[in-house]
């Protein structure tokens, strides 16, 4: 009895700090613009450099996203996004929650007419695979950054 009493007596001890902290005022949780890491995010926007030295504006949210990287695609799901567009999966990295997304090709040669049929607002390309980034210049030529 005396240990019960006391485990919830610690438990209260350590559990209150982090529900006063937690009902703090509303203002710190303002979203103010960050500018970490040559990263900009301003309302609903980001701003940043790629690895071609361009810098781009996308929009915070991107709703149609093609990830022509697996890697890229499988962490991209980890934090929560969606894709509309993927180069054929690999052995190693086979990305299960992306295996109905429509594939535009593979790692080596991506289709840039599938990716521009598909309308997306964020292609991830794999900057050191040079027909990714011929594909990449096709696809600025057609409004897509």
Sequence with gaps: MKKSRFCTVLLIF???PLIV????SQSANKVEP???YGINIDGDNVTFTDARGKELTIPKNPER?????NSCLDLWYKCGGKAVGRVSPT???PVDEAKDVEIVGDL???????ILFLEPDLVIIASQRKS?????SILE???ID
């Excluded at 902290?21 to 703090?24: D, F, L, P, T």
């Excluded at 080596?108 to 599938?114: I, L, Q, W």
């Excluded at 990714?132 to 990449?136: M, S």
């Design 14 to 16: 350590i559990l209150f």
């Design 21 to 24: 902290s937690g009902c703090g």
């Design 34 to 36: 960050e500018s970490d």
């Design 65 to 69: 996203v093609v990830c022509l990287d």
């Design 91 to 93: 052995e190693d990295k």
């Design 108 to 114: 080596s040669s991506p289709s840039v007419e599938k």
């Design 132 to 136: 990714q980034l011929e594909a990449a």
């Design 141 to 143: 030529q057609n409004g």
